[in-house]
């Protein structure tokens, strides 16, 4: 049992955290970082500012629902309330073998995070704690119940106490609490509150029942049926308003046979595998192979959204994002609905692919990160799009729903950060790893273990189950299975390795020695599992007679581009489709290929040879191609045969252009030159553009890049959780202020003079007595005299000292050494050797007992 100074029992909060130990100070501190901020300067502080509001609010809402049920049986019993009372509340007349075995660890968590205090004989519950928690007409409590009796008749007339006395056959009293007393005693007792309800009528019966398990309120008028009348009359409903009634506490326990939860939950439920897998199942290899498909098209996705953007995407709009009919344009360009768009793009902006370029005309593209990631091996890229998402606060299921204001949450928005996104999606992995490999969950019984978890946090404000933790739950299975960590809905191999730490390692905080991977241990570790499932990139296409292209998997860079480039794409899926037409035929000329370079290259590639009608394809655009030649004069058109000219003059589709001949060969245009290539290329033609020296201009994508661009930094939920070096660095300090504030001191008597040498105290002035009146105060002479001796002796002494800011404070030193007007001791409070001016020493006072 935790005791105070002196081996009594603790008094408050602050004697309980001083009876404890380094580790379990530590640990306190690890499970509410907000203590941390900034740290307290003793034991007294941490006490005071552990029972704060909000982080009172904070530590519940972390809380497990059976170790919250305990903190709100804790709420509805006598303060302080014994180990066996609150089991009581929590297993009921009948036992439950289930909560006697889980209550010790729910009572070890409370106590680990200063939500209750006090040995198992007198337990309590920080004060805001209780107020949170417990029943008052404005704020129900979570277990149904009411007011106590004492709290019910609060102002009720010692002749209306008297009466209800009579009703339940009880003898009159002299004063009202010992009537209150007597009236408590008949609902605590069982076997006499049976005899009173064996009395009442069925009808009296049926309202108790509608108000046992709460809410405890019914409104009644002013003439009340006879069972309402009845049941008031002893007591058994009192009044809270004047329209008002309540069921007092002690006769809703009684009829809820001690109990003060319906339905106590001491164990979390199973995550059940979904129901056409119980029996069967998908088996491993075919759920692995499933999601690095799903892998690869990721990777694919990534790319193309960013091939789309290339030459500088949409706009960022004023208030920040893309807009909705952007947003539509970039789900046409992938072939994807608007939410799964959304996920993709929001996907490379937390993996810092894309980013505003930050231009006066904002507009998105990919950063310079985008061409180092497409360095990387596929694995890695994928390693690297799995773990920004893992770790990335932005969540794309908002995007399109609205704000508190109304407003419509746009993609790339600055409105999409959820905290708690992290940690649910880390979580709901977790939790699809503890089934079977080859097993996909059921939703329903995952959602209920993630709110048997965190209940506040998955408590909406009507109680819905569509609160944030849930669809971010729904969320993470749905881009889980986009993204390639599950396949068929359960979790991969190399999900799993994403998942697991490295024995001995800190998180996943150990970054990698790979260059330019940039990916953490975890990282490399699924890269590695995802690599033997990833299809090795092919060399070759089959060329077929319709002038297509089919790639059976993957293709090297420089394959892919060309094709890119010569031919558009049909059809994707497992195998690719390009199509050659003359618009893309032409448009790899325009991009500085000759037709031989196209046939070479074609015959390399191929398996099959390369088809007579595509042969002859190439060369019928590369014979048009450039026969016109338009450049700035505005514009004008080139050509050596007079004939072409003369009938694009005569082409009532060329009026739009307003050619004019300046010469037999020379048309001009008032159209720019790039309105003119359309024009004829939209007429049958295949110009080419030339600069002003007459060489034919190669038209290449010119791709835009943003600034070097850091990926968004996660919005934590709450304060950091610290590392075990700033723990024992906390404790340390939290323990010597501690030591300063509650050491046992001598008496200090007052200076017989309250002045002092000229200059010898001039830095301690009269701020330091208004800033802290507890400092002690010794004339210069006594305060050198009293430190040397402790120089000599090696003793600790007590010290008031106001730095350069006026700040003033107590210490417990360990002089060293005097000289020059400075003292150089040992600073218990600051856990380190300091030096401090004796002038800004207000004075000194030697420890009853020497901590040292």
Request: with cysteine; proline share 9%; aromatic share 4%.
């Amino acid at each position: 049992m935790p005791e105070g100074t002196g081996g009594t029992p603790p008094r408050t909060l602050a004697e309980a955290l001083r009876a404890q130990g380094d580790d379990s100070l530590a640990a306190l501190l690890h499970a509410r970082p907000d203590l941390l901020n900034p740290v307290p300067g003793d034991l007294s502080q941490l006490a005071t500012r552990a029972g704060t509001r909000a982080s009172v609010v904070r530590a519940l809402e972390r809380l497990d629902r059976f170790t919250l049920q305990t903190a709100e049986a804790l709420a509805v019993a006598p303060e302080p309330a014994p180990y066996a009372t609150l089991s009581a509340l929590l297993t009921g007349d009948e036992g439950d073998a289930r909560i006697e075995a889980a209550l010790p660890a729910a009572v070890r968590t409370l106590r680990d995070r200063a939500l209750i205090w006090g040995g198992d004989d007198r337990l309590r519950l920080v004060r805001t704690a209780r107020e949170l928690l417990a029943p008052s007409p404005t704020h129900p409590s979570p277990t149904g119940l009411g007011p106590t009796v004492a709290e019910a008749t609060a102002g009720m007339s010692p002749g209306r106490l008297q009466e209800i006395l009579a009703a339940a056959w009880l003898p009159s009293t002299h004063d009202p609490v010992s009537a209150v007393a007597s009236l408590t005693a008949l609902f605590t007792d069982r076997t006499r509150m049976a005899a009173l309800l064996d009395t009442a009528p069925m009808e009296a019966l049926s309202i108790l029942d509608r108000l046992v398990w709460g809410p405890p309120y019914g409104e009644v008028t002013s003439s009340p049926t006879p069972p309402v009348r009845w049941l008031r009359d002893r007591g058994l409903l009192l009044p809270a308003t004047t329209r008002t009634v309540v069921l007092p506490r002690e006769a809703a326990l009684h009829l809820r046979a001690g109990r003060a939860h319906r339905t106590p939950e001491p164990v979390a439920p199973d995550v059940a595998p979904r129901a056409t897998d119980a029996t069967a199942g998908s088996r491993p290899g075919i759920v692995d192979s499933t999601a690095a498909g799903q892998a690869y098209t990721a990777i694919a996705t990534i790319e193309e959204l960013a091939k789309d953007w290339n030459e500088g995407g949409p706009s960022v709009l004023r208030a920040g994002g893309l807009s909705v009919r952007d947003l539509k344009r970039t789900a046409t360009a992938l072939d994807v609905t608007e939410p799964v768009a959304a996920f993709w793009v929001e996907l490379a902006y937390a993996a810092g692919l894309l980013a505003g370029d930050g231009e006066p005309d904002e507009r998105y593209a990919p950063t310079p990160a985008y061409d180092d990631w497409q360095e990387l091996p596929a694995p890695e890229r994928w390693a690297r799009l799995a773990t920004a998402w893992l770790t990335a606060t932005r969540t794309a299921g908002l995007v399109g729903s609205q704000d508190t204001k109304g407003r419509t949450l746009a993609a790339l928005g600055p409105e999409l950060d959820r905290g708690a996104a992290p940690e649910v999606r880390r979580r709901v992995l977790e939790l699809l790893a503890t089934l079977p490999e080859g097993m996909a969950p059921d939703p329903e019984s995952l959602l209920a273990r993630l709110r048997w978890e965190r209940p506040l946090r998955g408590a909406s404000a009507a109680g819905r189950p569509d609160d944030l933790r849930s669809r971010l739950a729904g969320w993470t299975l749905n881009e889980a299975e986009m993204l390639g960590l599950t396949g068929r809905g359960a979790l991969s191999s190399h999900a799993r390795a994403l998942l697991t730490p490295l024995p001995g390692a800190q998180g996943d905080g150990a970054r990698t020695t790979a260059p330019g991977s940039g990916l953490s241990s975890a990282g490399l570790r699924a890269a590695r599992a995802l690599a033997p499932l990833l299809p090795e990139p092919l060399d070759h296409v089959l060329l077929q007679a319709d002038l297509t292209a089919v790639a059976p998997g993957p293709l090297l860079r420089p394959l892919a581009e060309l094709l890119s480039v010569a031919a558009d794409v049909e059809s994707k899926g497992g195998a690719t489709v390009y199509r050659f037409t003359p618009a893309s035929v032409r448009r790899a000329l325009d991009a500085g290929r000759s037709a031989t370079d196209l046939h070479e290259f074609l015959r390399a590639h191929s398996r099959t040879p390369v088809p007579q009608p595509l042969a002859y394809l190439i060369d019928d655009v590369a014979r048009k191609h450039g026969h016109l030649r338009v450049g700035s004069a505005s514009a004008y058109v080139r050509c050596d045969d007079e004939a072409v000219l003369d009938e694009i003059v005569a082409d009532k589709r060329s009026q739009g252009m307003r050619l004019r001949r300046l010469a037999p060969t020379v048309l001009a245009a008032h159209a720019d030159p790039a309105a003119l290539l359309e024009g004829l290329r939209a007429m049958g033609f295949a110009p080419a553009a030339e600069s002003a020296e007459g060489d034919v201009l190669i038209t290449r994508a010119l791709a835009h890049r943003t600034p070097p661009r850091a990926a968004p930094v996660p919005v934590p939920d709450g304060p950091p959780v610290p590392d075990a070096t700033l723990l024992g660095a906390a404790v340390r300090a939290i323990r010597a202020g501690d030591l300063a504030a509650t050491v046992v001191r001598k008496p200090v008597p007052e200076p017989s003079k309250p002045a002092s040498p000229a200059g010898a105290r001039s830095a301690a002035p009269a701020a330091s007595a208004s800033a802290n009146s507890d400092l002690p105060r010794t004339t210069s002479a006594e305060t050198l005299a009293t430190v040397q001796a402790a120089a000599m002796t090696g003793s600790s002494v007590w010290i008031g000292y106001v730095n350069a800011d006026g700040a003033a404070s107590q210490r417990v030193i360990a002089p060293v050494r005097v000289e020059g007007g400075y003292v150089t001791a040992y600073d218990h409070t600051a856990d380190e050797v300091r030096t401090y001016p004796l002038h800004r020493i207000t004075g000194v006072a030697e420890l009853a007992d020497d901590p040292a």
